[in-house]
């Protein structure tokens, strides 16, 4: 390993808007095992499917209504 580097010429990370944020949120068991079952079901993991769901919401300026 050097024990300096040049980043006179590095470029920014294109995707680096794209990361995700780690954050806590409390969901009701029902809706959780919902996602879980669907995760069984689609092999993709059910924080994927979650976060999936919130981004087609967005996407689709869907509003909640109570």
Same mark, same amino acid.
């Given at each position: 390993? #050097?024990? =300096?580097? +040049?980043?006179? =010429?590095? *470029? ?6 794209? %990361?995700?944020?780690?954050?806590? $949120? /409390? $969901?009701?068991? +029902?809706?959780? +095992? ?5 995760? *069984? ?8 499917? $979650? /976060?999936?769901? %919130? %981004?087609?919401?967005?996407? /689709?300026? #869907?509003?909640?209504?109570?």
């Amino acid at each position: 390993m #050097r024990e =300096e580097y +040049d980043f006179a =010429e590095a *470029v920014k990370n294109p995707y680096a808007k794209q %990361l995700k944020k780690q954050i806590t $949120i /409390n $969901i009701n068991e +029902d809706v959780l +095992d919902c996602f879980k079952s669907m995760a *069984v079901e689609t092999g993709i993991p059910y924080k994927t499917l $979650i /976060n999936l769901y %919130l %981004l087609d919401c967005k996407n /689709n300026s #869907r509003k909640i209504h109570f």
